[in-house]
């Protein structure tokens, strides 16, 4: 399924932004995959490690940034994102897209809270499985990001406590292959009045620049910058 840009999302701005342009040049390379949440870290991202590292983000042919959507979507287009790059670190998340209610057998986002998930646990474990094994084969240094929380209300219908249980799925397949953890979650959780949109997934530009500082700091603990 193609992610629809969401109510809220930064991707609704983003598009505007010369994303190739703002890359922060270094010699060592990152690559940021992840949903809309992480669109709306990355420029700050960028502009915390300018200079040091090489921070990118999948884009779309147009040069906007690509909402790396379900975990579905990270096994059908990693190759892709990946490229041919030498990547240093791969901070990556999916989760968000994976548990938010669907029509069945049509596919389409529902506010309805008793529809289906779009992805259920044990799919969206076996295909997080399959994205850390590629991942695995760049060499790369790889930093997981839990799903961030949210409220009540949110549309498309998303249940809080859905949050929890794909994180807790997520994080087992990442100690099985003893990936770092970012964790998002628990950093963000009792400060969602100053940092998120009002019933929203989605976080205004302050609370993306709170994520990045963490983004950056989990960067930072597993690979020396100080001379790149």
């Known amino acids: 399924m193609t992610s629809v840009i969401e109510q809220g999302s930064f991707e609704e701005e983003a598009n505007e932004y010369n994303w190739a ?8 390379h990152v690559l940021i995959l992840g949903d809309s949440i992480s669109i709306g870290y990355t420029p700050h991202v960028q502009k915390l490690l300018a200079g040091k590292a090489h921070v990118v983000r999948p884009l779309k042919p147009d040069g906007s940034p690509e909402n790396c959507g379900d975990s579905g979507m990270g096994v059908e287009h ?26 069945p057998g049509m596919g ?3 506010n309805d809270p008793t529809q289906p998930t779009y992805n259920s646990l044990e799919q969206y474990t076996a295909n997080l499985d399959k994205i ?10 790889l930093i997981f990001a839990t799903t961030t929380p949210y ?21 087992g397949v990442m100690a099985r292959h003893h990936i770092h953890i970012n964790d998002l979650y628990t950093m963000v959780i009792d400060k969602l009045d100053a940092v998120q949109m009002p019933v929203n997934v989605h ?13 950056v700091t989990c960067i930072l603990e597993v690979i020396d910058l100080a001379n790149a």
């Open 21 to 28: 342009a703002t890359s922060s040049g270094g010699r060592k």
């Open 78 to 103: 990693m190759d892709r994102w990946l490229g041919d790059t030498r990547w240093d670190v791969i901070h990556f998340n999916f989760g968000l897209h994976d548990l938010k209610r669907i029509t």
């Open 108 to 110: 389409v986002h529902s």
């Open 132 to 141: 850390v094994v590629r991942l695995k084969q760049t060499g790369a240094t």
């Open 151 to 171: 409220p009540e209300g949110v549309t498309p219908s998303r249940i809080p406590a859905d949050a929890v249980k794909y994180n807790e799925a997520a994080l």
């Open 203 to 215: 976080f205004h530009q302050e609370g993306s620049a709170v994520l990045a500082t963490q983004v």
